[in-house]
Every structure is written in C-alpha cells, then in structure tokens.
C-alpha cells in the first residue's frame, strides 16, 4: 500500500495562492501516478489535476486549466498542487491520489487516497 499526507491548505482571499504538497510513502511503486482531487460541501468529489511518473503527462479539469499546476519531485516522493487566481469556488477539502496510471486518475480510478486538506478562498 501507499501512505499519502497532504499539507499546505488554509485560508486564503480571491485571487490568492496556495500551493499544496503530498508526500508519499510505503509501496510507492504500485502507484506512480499521482494527482489532486477536490470535495465540496454538498457536491460530489471531483477530479482536478493528475501527472505521470515522469511528469510528462498531465491532465487538469477545465475548471482549473491555466490557473492550477500540478507538478513532483520524485527525489522526495512528493507531488504539488500549485493554485494562482484563486476563487470562491475552489474552496473544498483538497485530496492526494494516486494510481498506477494517470489516465486512471483522469478517469476517477484510485487506488489509494489521502485524508484531505482543507482550502478556503474568501471573497
């Protein structure tokens, strides 16, 4: 199994920047690919951002497309979640996933989670 923690979350205002960390642990290597996850209160858990092992893959929901970016250093088994221009609307508790393929994670498949970290974007 792979253990996931997720760090960085917080208050921030509209318009801001938070940047969120995952690190990973234990039988990394059933899951290279890793990628971010976002639940709102009264909405179900959506797919935000997913990267391959090497990095050379990635894919972003469109509601986050040119304002988040996901990236990782493998050296330290840790996967980031870069958000600029933030919104109202990104608040939600923010999850670390990972999967043994990126497109697995793109398409909802996980197979091993974080328990979350919470961000709030005040207006």
């Known amino acids: 199994q792979v253990q996931l923690v997720e760090s960085g979350g917080g208050l921030v205002q509209a318009g801001g920047s938070l940047r969120l960390s995952c690190a990973a642990s234990?039988?990394?290597?059933?899951?290279?690919?890793m990628g971010w996850f976002r639940q709102a209160p009264g909405k179900e858990r959506e797919f935000v951002a997913a990267?391959?092992?090497?990095?050379?893959?990635?894919y972003y929901a469109n509601s986050v497309k040119g304002r988040f970016t996901i990236s990782r250093d493998n050296a330290k088994n840790t996967v980031y979640l870069g958000m600029n221009t933030l919104k109202p609307e990104d608040t939600a508790v923010y999850y670390c996933?990972?999967?043994?393929?990126?497109?697995?994670?793109?398409?909802?498949?996980?197979?091993?989670w974080g328990q979350g970290t919470q961000v709030t974007v005040s207006s």
């Open positions: 234990g039988r990394t290597f059933s899951s290279s690919a």
């Open positions: 990267i391959s092992w090497s990095g050379g893959i990635t």
């Open positions: 996933a990972a999967a043994v393929r990126c497109t697995a994670l793109r398409d909802g498949r996980v197979d091993s």
